[in-house]
């Protein structure tokens, strides 16, 4: 499967922004899809994980509240909407696949491919 993420660029604190991650060449709606991000200098996080179903979402508490994880399987597209962006946002983020399909606790979500990632850089 292929993973293209989208959407990112240069904002200001405060402001927000969509992100997209276009999948194709596999099943995309039987999987848990995640975002991930990597600022400078640091190891990729978690940040966001959404069900198969799209019933279930779980964040990391750092981006709880302000953003949102979102998914359409009639267009094998993942979503986050990111508001109130901070300069510490700043990084490249990733959407990535689970391993295995029908996971049903979003919880145990293990990446198994990942996309391009996208960059999105929060001015103060």
């Known amino acids: 499967v292929q993973l293209q993420a989208s959407g990112g660029g240069l904002v200001q604190a405060g402001d927000s922004l969509r992100l997209s991650c276009a999948a194709s060449g596999g099943t995309f709606s039987t999987y848990n899809m995640g975002w991930f991000r990597q600022a400078p200098g640091k190891e990729r996080e978690f940040v966001a994980t959404i069900s198969w179903s799209g019933r279930s979402t779980y964040y990391a508490v750092s981006v709880k509240g302000r953003f949102t994880i979102s998914r359409d399987n009639a267009n094998d597209t993942v979503y986050l909407q990111m508001n109130s962006l901070k300069p510490e946002d700043t990084a490249v983020y990733y959407c990535?696949?689970?391993?295995?399909?029908?996971?049903?606790?979003?919880?145990?979500?293990?990446?198994?491919?990942w996309g391009q990632g996208t960059q999105v850089t929060v001015s103060s």
């Open positions: 990535a696949k689970d391993s295995r399909p029908y996971v049903l606790d979003i919880l145990r979500f293990t990446p198994a491919s």
